[in-house]
Structures are given as structure tokens and as C-alpha cells.
């Protein structure tokens, strides 16, 4: 069976019109194929996402990443990151824009099967539950260890005013959920309250939750690395689109 794909780098359209550059990563063939959405991390827009992107494909899924941190400066993704981060973080407001723009992106596209899902890791993976809930149009949502998706007090800023499991009612998506039971951001008990406002809004998902693993587990070039629990959460991601994106 032949396979191919091709990758490259693009621009999409955020808010007020802003032109951002992504990456996108195509099978190549007529399709139809589902597409996704990857949210970055907080260290930026780096090696590892554009690797991600190359794998959905590889998978069957037209994948694209929009770089949030575009307006920032262009430079080595982990300088960007940081100078993002020391400067507040982008707001969600700006970034949910920006990935509304990549799923239409996706959704102009002749070969998709009419279906887009979106994960993101970390903050990425926050990112991906307010996309959930917020924007209208994903089938299917990947949420890996988002952090602060519970959060109150001192959390909560001028560009990130609410905690995203206020809005667990308006999420209009099945939900994966990843998580390392050694993880601080998000702990095991911010965890169980992400999972009983699930419940309370009878919202379908299904969360895995791993032992001796904490935050980033999925990041083989970082020490944080689990191969048994990343391999595990893989198979899981892949079971579950395959589910609701097919």
C-alpha cells in the first residue's frame, strides 16, 4: 500500500485578521481524511510539535500547527517561549482565535472528511479544553496534562481571566484525557475535580491516568520521558479518534 505525505510551513488567519505561520503536515491521496489541530506547549512552537504533526499524518490525518507565539519574534522556539512567558503569556482570547483559524483552515481543505479534532500538551493541553468548549466545530478533543484547566486566585490574569472547567458545560466534543499521577500542573486532585465537573455535565470522555509518570511524559528527548506510559497513551489517542474522527 503506497504512503507518502508531504510537510511544510503555511500561514492561517487569527484574529482581526492576523496572517500566523503553522505547519502543516498532509497523507498524500484523495482522501477523505480527518484532520487535527496541535496546540503547542509552553516552550514554544519547537521540533517536537512539528515531529507530532509529521505522526497524525503518518496516522491518516491532515495536521496543522499554528505557532500562537508568531507575534512574538521569530528565533530559537525555546528564547521565543521564553520571553512569552516573562511577558504574562499570550491571552486566551488571542489564541483561541488562532486556533479557530487553523480549523478553518482545515475545513477549506477538498480532501477532508468533514471532521477535526485538536490535542495539545501542557499549557497546550489547557488550550485544548477551552477549544473544546469555546469554539464550535471539533469533533473530538486530546487534552494532555493541560495545566491550570482548575485554577482560582493568583492563576488567573489579565490574559487568562477564567479557569477553563468553568466552562466544562459548553464543551460540545468527546474529551481524551492524559495524565501523570506525579504531575503537579496538573495534580492528581486537580485531576478528580477536571473529571466530577465531566460528570455533573454528563459530558462523554474517558481519562488515563499513570502511575510513575509526571508532566511531559510524552517528551522522549526531555527526562521526564515514560516510554511504557507514552506508548500506552499513543495507543490511546489513536483508539480514540479513530472512534470519533473516522
Known sequence: MYEGMIAETTTVQGPNGDSIGAYIAKPLGSGPFPGMVLIHHAPGWDEWYREAARRFAH?????????LYHRNGHGDPSEVGARVRESGGISDAQALGDIEG???????LPNLNGKVGVFGTCSGGRLTFLSGCRIQGFDAAVECWGGRVVASGDELTAN?????ID?????SCPLLGLFGN????????QVNLHEEELKKHNKSYEFHRYDGAGHGFFYYDRAM????QAVDGWNNIWAFLGKNLA
Open 160 to 164: 487568562q481571566p477564567a479557569a477553563p
Open 182 to 189: 506525579d504531575d503537579q500542573s496538573p495534580t492528581p486532585e
Open 59 to 67: 496516522h491518516g490525518y491532515v495536521t496543522i500547527s499554528p505557532n
Open 102 to 108: 487553523a480549523l478553518r483552515f482545515l475545513q477549506t
Open 225 to 228: 520521558y515514560r516510554q511504557e
Open 167 to 171: 466552562f466544562t458545560a459548553d464543551l
